[in-house]
């Protein structure tokens, strides 16, 4: 019995695992993929479509529109690259074996209560540098996570400034 709940266990750890790469995947992805689509959008618009502001303008919003739907994609991806790294430390907890290290810096209970195959802090430049104590805690995806809010701020005042700038007078 104890053997076919370990491989059932197993089973389970492999399919996490590669649903957590799948996710943090995606969450990689996304941001050049948008950056992309947003300057290709906004190099027509502002190159090729220099005299017509209206279609401009459609083509600004329609650039925000998918920015804000593949950030909102992004967060999901997040979300459930966080409930399956919980769910792979269960398992491990469960195995009674140790943890593998999936964050840049683990919380510390984590470090108390089981040991990691490889204990290794992030690189003296990364944390040394900023002040002590952290104001948040540091993770790259709160870096992709502004990104995406600059794409959004910055195609939201595209927007306003082609209407400002462009708007006819006669209105």
């Known amino acids: 019995m104890f053997r076919v709940r370990t491989e059932f ?19 990689w992805q996304i941001p050049p993929i948008v950056a992309t ?6 190099v027509s618009a502002f ?3 220099q005299t ?29 690259d966080e409930i399956e790294q919980g769910t792979l430390s269960q398992i ?8 593998i290290q999936r964050l840049t810096v683990p919380h510390k209970d984590s470090w108390a209560r089981r040991g990691y195959w490889c204990q290794k802090a992030p690189s003296p430049w990364s944390l040394r540098s900023w002040p002590q104590p952290l104001p948040l805690e540091l993770s790259a995806y709160r870096g992709l996570f502004v990104a995406m809010w600059f ?14 700038v462009s708007w006819p007078r006669g209105f």
């Open 47 to 49: 190159t090729f479509l």
């Open 9 to 27: 266990l197993l089973a389970q750890y492999r399919e996490a695992y590669e649903s957590m790469r799948q996710h943090s995947r995606l969450v």
């Open 37 to 42: 689509i947003d300057g290709a959008v906004l």
């Open 92 to 99: 491990e907890d469960e195995l009674n074996v140790k943890r």
């Open 151 to 164: 794409f959004v701020a910055g195609l939201v005042f595209l927007a306003g400034w082609n209407v400002g």
């Open 52 to 80: 017509n502001w209206v279609v401009r303008e459609v083509l600004i919003v329609f650039a925000l529109v998918l920015t804000v739907a593949l950030f909102h994609a992004m967060n999901k991806h997040r979300y459930f």
